[in-house]
Structure formats: C-alpha cells, structure tokens
C-alpha cells in the first residue's frame, strides 16, 4: 500500500469514527493547558488518583516522583482542600537561603541526623499556626499561639528566621518552662530540643481531631550544589534529617484521634541518592507515582472530558472521548511507514508516560488544528508535533540533569555524532572523547551512561526487539555489555536516524 492509499484510508476512517466534531472552543481549551500544576485550574484538572487517598488518610508521607508526574498536582490539590475540618500549610522551599538551615545544625547528633530537631521544630511550629485558625481550638490555647507566633504572615524564610533566632520566647506554651536563647549576640545553637519538647507538648494537649498538612515541596533548589562535595553532603544531611523528622512525628501523633501529617515531596533521582541506614523502612510512608501506558489513558480521558464538559462527574471511557479529538484510530510508522500502531501508543512512545508530556503533545496538537483551521487532531498534525516535542523532551532533559552533568549540552552533542538510535559503548566512548573530554577516564564515562540511563535518556537492548528503560522497570540496572537504545522521543532533537 502506498503512502496516498494510507492517507486516504485515515480520512475514511476518521469520518466513521466520531461524527460529532468538538468545537474550537474546546480544542483552544485544550490548547492552553499548563505544564505546570500550580498554574493549572486543579479544581478542574486535577486526576484523583489512588495513591492521593492514602496520603489524605495519613497512610503515606514521603511522595517520590520524576519532575512532570504529578507531585505538584498533588501538593497544590493537598494544599487546598476547603473542609471545616483540614488545615494546611505548604512550605515551598523555591529560592530559598539553605545556607541558613545549614547553620541551625544540632552538634548533639552525628551526621547525617544533626538536623532531626530542627525539622521537628519546624512541623511543630508550623502546626501551631495552623492550629491558630481553627476555631475548635479552644481560646486560650489560640490566645496562647498567637502570642508566641502572631498572625502576621511572614515569608518562610523569614519566618524560619524569626523562629529560630536565639532570642525567640516560647514560654507562653509552657506553664513551668521558660525558654530562650543563647543571646542573640552569639553563635551558640538555641536548646532546639527543649523547645520541641515544649511544642510537642502544647499541641498533644490542645489539638482536636482535625486533619492537618504540613507540605514541604521544591526542595531541589540546593540539588545544583552536587558537584561541590560538602555542600551536598550537607544538603543530603538535612534531608535525610527530614525524613527521620517526619517519622518522629508521626510515631508521637500516631493514636486515631491525632490528624498530624507533614508530607514531603521529592524528586527520585535526589531521593536515590539519599543514603542511610535506616531508608529501608522509609518505604511504609513512601509512594512512588509510577505511571504506565494504562494510566496515562486513564489521566488523559480524564481531561479531555474535563476540556469538554468541566463540570463532568466522571470522565468518559478513553475509547469514547478519544475518537472526538483525534481523527486517526492507527499512526504508520518505520523506515516505510508500512507498520501502524494505535494513535495513542504512537505518542506515547514519544514520552515519558508522565502526565507533563501528554498535556505538552496534546496542547502542541490543538494549537495546530486551531491554526489549521480543523476540528479535530489528525495524522499530519500528530507527525508534526511529534518534532517539537522531541526538542521539549531534550530541554526538560537537559534542565534536569545539568546539575549532575553539567556538560549535558556536550554530552547531547556526542550522541548526535554516534548518530544511531542504538550502538555499542566503544561508540559512544569514541564520540564523548571526540566531542566532550578527550582525556575523559573510563569511570567518568561510565558515570555519564549510568546518569543517563537513570533519566532514560538511554536504555538497554536485552535482544534485538526488547529494550528496558528506567521510566518502565523502575528496578532495571544499566548494562555496559548490552547495546545502548536511545529513547524514541529524542531521535528527531538528536537528529538520529
């Protein structure tokens, strides 16, 4: 069949599939949806998926996912859930002074846990304020808080700051203990222990049986310092520290009737390389959002029944909604295009699976059906888009692991000059001394392929058919015998054939 039949086959199908066109509309709707969750309608959008329940419930605490699968959707759905009884506070660490955490270390714990009280005071103070707007706190103990803490609302670091300024009172949450600092002229740590003590006891005798988050989210502004050896090691301390801060706090609140649930959010690539004795019970509080094809179909059907009625309780099935955006049921593809694969499949490929890249592909789509003046995503809009996203797919790549490969761009560049979508590691080896470090060591380009491989950026050839990524097999290893696959959405950014 030649490529004229093929096209005139999807134009037959398309007419069949969904008489029913949306309106332009709808496709501008879709066409301005956000990458980023905290600039989406989440009252809207946000896709409610199983593991949110858990961590509603006070079941879960750590929440680990790539960048782009659904952390800040979550946070921000967290964040503002309107009941008479949830409260919460999120803690964004974006553009935030580490420097200053990394100077409030408490010298009584060796490292990597020198930082424990200090997140505990953190959560701690933090809920009191929390506690401060709930109206079945009783008054005094709200009279108590707003004496210690104000009302004011202060920026994080600010407000960190004032907490933990050496001459910062707490005593009027403790009817025998008077605390106070070192004497603000001074470097002495203030008694961090005294004074959770003191907050751990106020909140056990006063708090109700409401629900209460504290969010701790972008915690990666530091992740930059990897390359400097003792900034990142304090960096790893102090969240290593919050992690073991959490699970105190969760074993001390841990009776039905307390609803204390700091969530933290995290990036698995920096969680990865997190290390301690105890990360393995992490694991009762951990989530990890895994995405597969089935439930990218899921979150997508989601959205576009959404795009279509905002106010849907449920969305329509995927083979439903599908067919009223998408004019192509099958996409051609290889060397001759005379294979095809559902159309859905055939962008998938292209992504990560994570929710970020189908907003992007299916945004990029809708714009350009709007521009073309059509009402409905067909097969050429789909090829088309499929160029851009390669470039996207290669910048938010490289965003994510410059800080751990700082000669990404390079390292792209020597992937270029292979110019294979799948070659041995003498090949690559040649082209990253050609293009990126001439004198580079064998340890060093092991590195750079076992970064890649965490990000998929490459993958493994276990045969000539069957590759393994580390977005699919979460517990896949890298294999420098086996053949080297680059993944599908960056063969046109690579210009590989």
Not at 98 to 112: C, E, T
Not at 160 to 180: Q, R
Not at 337 to 363: H, W
Not at 403 to 420: H, N, S, W
Request: hydrophobic letters at 40%; a negative charge.
């Amino acid at each position: 069949m030649q490529n004229s039949e093929i096209s005139e086959l999807d134009d037959d199908i398309e007419f069949k599939l969904d008489s029913s066109l949306v309106s332009e509309q709808v496709l501008l709707e879709v066409s301005e949806w956000k990458l980023e969750a905290r600039n989406e309608d989440n009252n809207r959008y946000f896709y409610h998926v199983n593991e949110v329940a858990s961590i509603e419930d006070g079941k879960r605490a750590y929440v680990i996912g790539r960048k782009g699968s659904g952390k800040t959707a979550i946070s921000e759905y967290i964040g503002g859930i309107q009941d008479h009884d949830t409260f919460s506070e999120k803690l964004t660490f974006k553009n935030f002074p580490f420097n200053d955490l990394y100077n409030l270390n408490n010298n009584s714990f060796a490292k990597p846990n020198q930082y424990i009280t200090l997140w505990k005071y953190l959560i701690y103070s933090t809920i009191c304020q929390i506690m401060l707007r709930n109206q079945a706190i009783s008054r005094s103990a709200r009279d108590s808080i707003e004496k210690v803490f104000g009302t004011s609302e202060l920026t994080l670091d600010r407000r960190i700051g004032k907490w933990t300024a050496s001459d910062f009172e707490i005593s009027a949450l403790s009817i025998s203990l008077k605390v106070s600092g070192s004497g603000s002229a001074t470097n002495e740590t203030p008694n961090w222990i005294t004074r959770v003590d003191i907050l751990e006891d106020f909140i056990h005798q006063n708090i109700d049986d409401s629900r209460y988050f504290v969010i701790f989210d972008e915690l990666d502004e530091d992740y930059s310092l990897i390359a400097e050896s003792a900034k990142f090691e304090s960096y790893t301390a102090l969240l290593t520290s919050l992690f073991k801060a959490v699970q105190d706090v969760k074993a001390r609140f841990k009776q039905p009737i307390f609803r204390v649930n700091p969530i933290v959010f995290l990036r698995d690539d920096i969680y990865s390389l997190m290390d301690d004795s105890d990360k393995n019970k992490w694991s009762d509080f951990k989530i990890d959002l895994f995405w597969d094809e089935q439930k990218a179909r899921d979150v997508v059907a989601f959205r576009l029944t959404r795009a279509l009625d905002p106010s849907a309780a449920s969305p329509l099935p995927f083979e439903e909604i599908w067919p009223k955006f998408i004019g192509a049921p099958t996409m051609p593809y290889g060397t001759r295009q005379r294979n095809r694969m559902d159309t859905f499949s055939y962008m998938a490929r292209s992504t990560y699976l994570r929710p970020r890249d189908f907003v992007k592909y299916l945004q990029e789509c809708a714009a350009r059906a709007i521009a073309t003046h059509q009402r409905r995503i067909t097969s050429d809009i789909i090829k088309s888009v499929d160029t851009a996203f390669s470039s996207y797919l290669k910048d938010e790549l490289r965003d994510e692991i410059f800080a751990i490969l700082p000669a990404i761009r390079q390292i792209f560049d020597a992937m270029t000059e292979v110019g294979k979508w799948n070659f041995s590691y003498s090949d690559f080896e040649l082209a990253y001394r050609s293009v990126v470090d001439p004198d580079a060591s064998r340890s060093n380009i092991n590195f750079c392929l076992q970064v890649l491989f965490i990000f998929s950026v490459i993958g493994t050839a276990l045969n000539h058919s069957y590759f393994v990524f580390k977005y699919t097999h979460k517990d896949a290893q890298m294999n420098y015998k086996n053949k080297i696959v680059v993944h599908r959405g960056l063969f046109k950014a690579l210009q590989i054939v």
